[in-house]
T-cell receptor
Framework: DAKTTQPPSMDCAEGRAANLPCNHS???????VYWYRQIHSQGPQYIIH???NNETNEMASLIITEDRKSSTLILPHATLRDTAVYYC??????????????FGTGTRLTIIP | DAGVTQSPTHLIKTRGQQVTLRCSPK?????VSWYQQALGQGPQFIFQ???????QRGNFPDRFSGHQFPNYSSELNVNALLLGDSALYLC?????????????FGDGTRLSIL
């Protein structure tokens, strides 16, 4: 699996958009970008994933560069409940079964009131 | 719709003992994966079960073993516990019969070894 690089920590003001970057310069054509977050004392929560097109759901948007070497997770209007560790994961696509998730150390996002 | 449930939530054991952790997957899911998360680290993959068989395994010793039951629930067993086995053990479930499905996690079992 390709490795990812994320800043160890970031701050964002409440109500503003939080933009979390991730570098995955060695990603291969059959690998997806996944984002999870982990709020203290809870299990990781799935946020979004994508291959090469930008994706949006009720939680966030995922912007993947055209060369697929980096991506940005966008939380459009951050709230205090978004304070968490955010993990960017590159995961091998499989047409059957489920490939494992390889977690790094993530970005600790703190939302400031 | 119940999510992934794990039991117990907390457990204290001593070195050399054996422990069994349990996981019930989210409704409709048939694949269970187990992860170990040490303090301050990201989760590390232990193994995955699908159709009652271990399908993938991470870099963990044979002291770590598992089982999946016909109802898709799963157990993680750890023998000869070491101090270094103290961690949060996470279970994740997914739909294995379709590729590239997100894994959904429970809130884990906190295991402390004295």
């Amino acid at each position: 699996d390709a490795k990812t690089t994320q800043p160890p920590s970031m701050d964002c003001a409440e109500g503003r958009a939080a933009n979390l970057p991730c570098n995955h310069s060695t990603i291969s054509g059959n690998e997806y970008v996944y984002w999870y977050r982990q709020i203290h004392s809870q299990g990781p929560q799935y946020i979004i994933h994508g291959l090469k097109n930008n994706e949006t759901n009720e939680m966030a948007s995922l912007i993947i560069t055209e060369d697929r070497k980096s991506s940005t997770l966008i939380l459009p209007h951050a709230t205090l409940r978004d304070t968490a560790v955010y993990y960017c994961i590159v995961r091998l696509w499989a047409n059957f079964g489920n490939e494992k998730l390889t977690f790094g150390t993530g970005t600790r996002l703190t939302i400031i009131p | 719709d119940a999510g992934v449930t794990q039991s117990p939530t907390h457990l204290i054991k001593t070195r050399g003992q054996q422990v069994t952790l349990r996981c019930s997957p989210k409704s409709g899911h048939d694949t269970v994966s187990w992860y170990q998360q040490a303090l301050g680290q990201g989760p590390q993959f232990i193994f995955q079960y699908y159709e009652e068989e271990e399908r993938q395994r991470g870099n963990f010793p044979d002291r770590f073993s598992g089982h999946q039951f016909p109802n898709y629930s799963s157990e993680l067993n750890v023998n000869a516990l070491l101090l270094g086995d103290s961690a949060l053990y996470l279970c994740a479930s997914s739909l294995g019969s379709r590729g590239n499905q997100p894994q959904h996690f429970g809130d884990g079992t906190r295991l402390s070894i004295l």
